[in-house]
């Protein structure tokens, strides 16, 4: 009866239930869809008076932060009961690469050949983790959101400054992984 829950999803699938979740958000309290402001707000509720940047009702965003707490307990749940813990499947050619890399664990998303606290202090490690942190969240915060704030909701009001932030996205994606990743992952770890 679960089996059809534990494998993947096809995109057919998956793309409409996120895309349902903005006019569902819209309908139920005229709601944003967005994760990266999530930050912002507990920031907001740890130092209330301290910076000029979190002066603002954060409580009513408060939504978000159940938001976001749901999508990290369901994931949670959904890795714990529902999923096969099979190792993640790739395209052989890929394989190779990354094996010329020391990328060989495929048991989760995230490679912890790469991503383990061992390799926090390694160059390698560090410019993925550290230095690739610092620019996600610059980069979300000029952008004026994330790829979910203006890839899904933003995209779908029609607003030409997600559409612009989306082909950005896109764009720095595409040369990372084609022409600077693969320079990083020769560094030594």
């Not at 009866?1 to 958000?25: A, C, D, F, Q, R």
Request: proline letters at 5%; one cysteine or more; charged letters at 10%.
């Amino acid at each position: 009866m679960t089996e059809w829950i534990k494998n993947p999803w096809p995109w057919y699938i998956g793309g409409p239930l996120i895309g349902l979740s903005v006019p569902l958000l819209l309908l139920i309290g005229n709601k944003r869809l967005g994760v990266s402001s999530s930050l912002r707000h507990i920031c907001a509720a740890c130092f209330p008076a301290n910076i000029q940047f979190f002066k603002y009702d954060w409580k009513r965003e408060a939504w978000n932060l159940f938001f976001v707490a749901g999508i990290l307990i369901g994931a949670f749940l959904a890795h714990e009961f529902l999923s096969n813990h099979q190792a993640i499947r790739i395209n052989p050619k890929l394989a190779a690469e990354l094996s010329r890399n020391g990328i060989n664990n495929y048991k989760s998303l995230a490679p912890p050949d790469i991503f383990n606290w061992a390799s926090l202090v390694t160059l390698r490690g560090f410019i993925m983790m550290v230095i690739g942190g610092l620019f996600v969240g610059f980069g979300t915060r000029y952008a004026g959101g994330c790829t979910s704030g203006h890839s899904i909701m933003g995209l779908s009001n029609l607003q030409w400054p997600s559409l612009v932030a989306t082909v950005c996205f896109m764009i720095g994606g595409i040369l990372m992984a084609n022409f600077i990743l693969p320079y990083i992952l020769q560094l030594k770890s």
